[in-house]
């Protein structure tokens, strides 16, 4: 079975500080991967999504970059954090899209990032 | 682009009633409808997901209905317990070649014994 994994789990940083968040997929290859941002108030943002090594597709204009070294290694890192980079951090990952569509999104536990 | 609303943003319910919660969406030729159901300090988990060319799928309490020519979908909770609670969120698949998803944006589900 596929699991995903990340860490850490909960992050305090100061502004202007280096982020890496890092996220890992076990028992399957080639997925394709995804960073979301939930602030509070519950909504996803998608924020980078990958189908391959060393490609990035970026979804909104922000501070933060990500990078896929790794097949079942996705990274996102910040060279300096603001204050409105605070939020909970999801990766996930699916099974390339299919003849049928779009498929499901698994999700790892998160991030909680605090910038002070 | 594809837009997803979800209603309603909280919903409280007695123990063993019935929860639906209903989502639309704006572009007709999306063709997967998952829903998530997400616990405090947790990832989203995938519970239940319908495509296109169903109309409703069951899974013991859980059930999805989807009106293609509405475009709207509803996830249905039968005999609603405690551990029910939590955020659950619809999503519909854009059409694009990587099968990204459009969330909604969430409804806190509270069960009350």
């Known amino acids: 079975s596929q699991t995903i994994h990340q860490w850490p789990a909960t992050l305090v940083q100061p502004v202007g500080s280096p982020l890496s968040l890092e996220c890992t997929v076990e028992?399957?290859?080639?997925?394709?991967l995804y960073w979301y941002r939930q602030a509070a108030g519950r909504g996803l943002q998608l924020l980078f999504y990958?189908?391959?090594?060393?490609?990035i597709s970026s979804e909104v204009p922000q501070n933060l970059s990500a990078s896929r070294p790794q097949d079942r290694q996705f990274i996102l890192s910040s060279k300096k954090l603001l204050l409105s980079d605070s939020g909970f951090y999801l990766c996930a990952w699916s099974w390339d899209r299919g003849p049928g569509g779009a498929q499901p999104q698994h999700f790892g536990d998160g991030t909680r990032l605090s910038i002070l | 682009g594809e837009n997803v609303e979800q209603h309603p943003s909280t919903l409280s319910v007695q123990e063993g009633d019935s929860a639906v919660i209903k989502c639309t969406y704006s572009d007709s030729a999306s063709n997967y409808f998952p829903w998530y159901k997400q616990e405090l300090g947790k990832g989203p988990q995938l519970i239940i997901d319908?495509?296109?060319?169903?109309g409703e799928k069951k899974d013991q309490r859980i059930a999805v209905t989807l009106n293609k020519t509405a475009k709207h979908f509803s996830l249905h909770i039968t005999e609603t317990q405690p551990e029910d609670s939590a955020v659950y969120f619809c999503?519909?698949?854009?059409?694009?070649?990587?099968?990204?998803?459009?969330f909604g944006a969430g409804t806190q589900v509270v069960v009350t014994p």
């Open positions: 999503a519909a698949s854009l059409t694009d070649s990587w099968g990204k998803l459009q």
């Open positions: 990958s189908v391959g090594i060393g490609q």
């Open positions: 319908i495509r296109s060319n169903v």
């Open positions: 028992g399957t290859s080639n997925p394709n």
